[in-house]
């Protein structure tokens, strides 16, 4: 099983930071550390580590995140790779030109941030959000999807899937002694082609956005914001614990405002894109 | 008639042979084990510290004249003694008569051999009484579960008993045989001659007796042998190398010679904690000192120990499966242990030794995890930005070090003094107290890390050695001259544990810089209230870094003739259950630790307890908090704070 995970480093959500107006750039106060290993990407190569595959790749989308890369490494990942593109800031990808190295990498699967849609649409595989408690059995993937609330339910998915973690999953300590023990190890760089203009993020998706996994309809959740922020990944994923209930109907202002928020999770509206 | 007696009169030459056969197949087996056995030693890391032989030696014969770590149990210190100092004069007998009986020289005669027959008799007398403490002590203790039901010991004390019984009836019954008048000079022989004569067993009848006597404690002398290095008779070897080394301060880390980066193995251990878990004498002094298993907590010190030994039994078995994660993380790394152990085993050091493992595989509670995520990203264990250190100076005139300025004297914070608010209230205390002084002093501010001591108690060596490093260089640019702290663990990580790293200044202690002042004359105080007062002494001032005086001293200025003591103070003295990251931590027992020292607190009687740690302050007003209703009549204070409480002056009030 060969198991692909995003990895990045972020802002430290927690610090007080301001912009430089000279350099435009974040600026921690004094004696902080401005950024840090993303503790979802952390959590994501924990998870993959419990799966016990044969090969675990760590990657991250541009420059910058070579500290989250080393966490990865420290923490079980067998290969670090940074992808960058051969455009002007090597941060603008092409999604065809992502989708295609993934699917050239013959990955089974993909744990990644907002980037797990995108590559599922893409390459047709199967697409879960929320999740937690990652299980591989031959071809298939099962979890626990957080609904919120403490409600959960058992999910599961053919492989290949692009799946992204609950986004509180717990980041296991990496030791500093196993930190070091990688430094030497090699990062990877791989340069793809830049997507040619804005918006960096692919076209609106014509085919159904994700492959899905069964035809029995999820139980309905405590409220239509839990049930959206659940399926995010797919309405149509197998559910096979926790109680069952008829998907009751929702009003059309319900389903307008899941409509909204569905696009702008995925970036597909120009505003609120993050 | 001249006083001696023919050297192994009555036993036959073959029997004779045999017993040199065995006792050198004897011999070879106790080689054999000890060989195999210092194999598995090897795997640990080599100590940096060298054994001097002759230092040793005179370390060893020091600790065996005195008995000193058997001091704090009187039974235990006369038990040991006797069975020892009987031993050896029993040993000694042997040796005179092998000398005699092989050398062809005859030197046990006259009045030589009276004193000899003397000595050897009330060596004997000794040991027997001592071994009949220590029968009785592993009776009555072990009803009390300070002794562990161990059939292997207690067999080996009915075997010494036996050797010594048989000797003893083996000369009673060569004396019993014409009782020559000078053999009132082995007294105890003499008895029991007396006692052969009353049953029968005298003049020609005692001889085939003497015989049987002779192969029977012949054959229980070799067993003894046999039994050396399979039974707890092996910390005649090991526990003699663990004392000729230097004690050690109790409490004291060494950096693994290896990075741990995998689960514990014996080679995350020196060689010399290995051989120590071969020293245990699982008498349970360490499990009575600990505050852990007081509580309730499932620490037990010794079970570490022998737990230790088990691996080196099956070393092919992991660690985990002989040590459970709760008792790993009830340390309050207080170090009462290591200061109890009568062989000078460093426990607290292998507890840290099997946290690094499971640090290193990630598999530690989720409160440690975070106290260390915290400290590795923002330097600090209470997850706050580290920006805000310096929030508790609000309203305070405080000098901060600029970039490289020089500083005579660095008032080292430290994160409770930062971020807690009790610790807030001490830092403020001492900054009221050296602004009074108008000492010239520094704080880091922002520039300030944690000084690594709770990570490196949790396991985590490199994130220790990290901040030890950013903070020496901050010493090192500023060529500070003395480091003054009011936490003790600062205190022990600056002055013990980072000279491993680099050179430091001097570091002190705020209850020996205020002792300081209030000498020179500097610091003057009124006498306070009528309320009686108490000090509870931290862990890591007075057992670590035996500081027991100088927080005495400068109560002594304010409270003196109205401090009492706890009966646990000084270097004795019972841990708050905040230390070794249990601040974060909260293994469940059926009690509290911080509940148990305020109930020793409630007991004296008095009105304020003084501390001088920030951690132990938060602790023991925990304790306070949880005793009952009508109790905790008291208050919670940092010498600092009770030193501006009694200032001469108004004007810092």
Known sequence: ?274 | MIPQRQILWNVPPLALDLLYALTALSAAWITFWFVRRSRLWARGSAATDQLGWRAGLARLIAYLVSHRKFASDRYAWWMHLLIFWGFVALLIATALVAIQHHGNVVFLTGRTYLLFSLGADLGGLAFSVGIGMALWRRRSQAALGRLLPSPSTTMVLWLLLSIAVSGFALEAARIARDFPPFEVWSPVGWVLALGFELVGLSGETAVPVHRALWLFHAALVVGFFVVIPATVLRHIVTAAYSVARPAGRPGLLHEPSLPVIGPADLAHFRRFDLLQADACLSCGLCAQACPAQAAGKPLSPRSVMLSLRRHLDEPRTPFTSHVADDALWSCTACSACDLACPVNIHIFEKIVALRRGRVAVGELPEPAAEALEATAQKFNPFGKANSSRMEWASGLTVPVAGDGEPVELLYWVGCAGAFDPAGREVTRAMIRILNHLKVSYRVLGCSERCSGDPARRLGEEGLWRELAQVNQRQFAKHRVQTVLTHCPHCLHAFKNEYTAIGPMPRVLHHSQWLRERIADGTLKLRAAGTEKLTFHDPCYLGRVNDETEAPRHVLGAMYNGRRVEMPLSGKQSFCCGGGGGQIWLDVKGRDRIETIRARQVEETGAQTVATGCPFCRVMLEAGRGSLDSGKGNWRVKDIAELVVENLVTSEVR
């Open chain 1, 1 to 274: 099983m060969k198991v692909f995970v995003q990895v990045w480093c972020e802002i430290d959500p927690t610090l007080n930071v301001r912009i430089d107006r000279q350099t435009s750039q974040p600026v921690a106060e004094p004696g902080d550390q401005l950024r840090r290993a993303s503790l979802l990407g952390r959590a994501g190569v924990a998870a993959a580590a419990k799966l016990r595959p044969a090969s675990l790749t760590a990657f991250a989308l541009g420059a910058g995140h070579a500290d989250a890369l080393r966490y990865a490494l420290a923490a079980g990942a067998t290969r670090a790779i940074e992808l960058t593109t051969d455009g002007p800031d090597g941060e603008a990808f092409a999604p065809a030109a992502l989708a295609d190295w993934f699917a050239a990498q013959a990955a089974d699967l993909l744990i990644a941030d907002r980037l797990a849609g995108l590559i599922a649409a893409r390459l047709g595989w199967s697409h879960l959000a929320g999740l937690e408690d990652l299980q591989a059995e031959s071809s298939r993937l099962r979890a626990l999807r957080v609904l919120g609330r403490g409600d959960r339910e058992r999910v599961s998915a053919r492989l290949p899937a692009a799946v992204r973690l609950q986004s509180d999953s717990r980041a296991p300590y990496v030791s500093r002694a196993r930190l070091e023990a990688v430094a030497a190890q090699p990062i990877e760089r791989i340069v793809l082609p830049a997507a040619p203009a804005l918006p960096a993020i692919g076209p609106v998706q014509i085919n159904r956005p994700r492959a899905r996994v069964s035809q029995t309809p999820a139980p309905a959740a405590g409220s239509a914001s839990d049930r959206l922020q659940a399926l995010m990944g797919g309405n149509k994923s197998s559910v096979n614990a926790g109680p069952r209930a008829a998907k009751t109907a929702a009003t059309p202002d319900q389903l307008a405002e899941e409509f909204v928020r569905y696009l702008l999770h995925h970036g597909l509206l120009p505003i609120g894109k993050r």
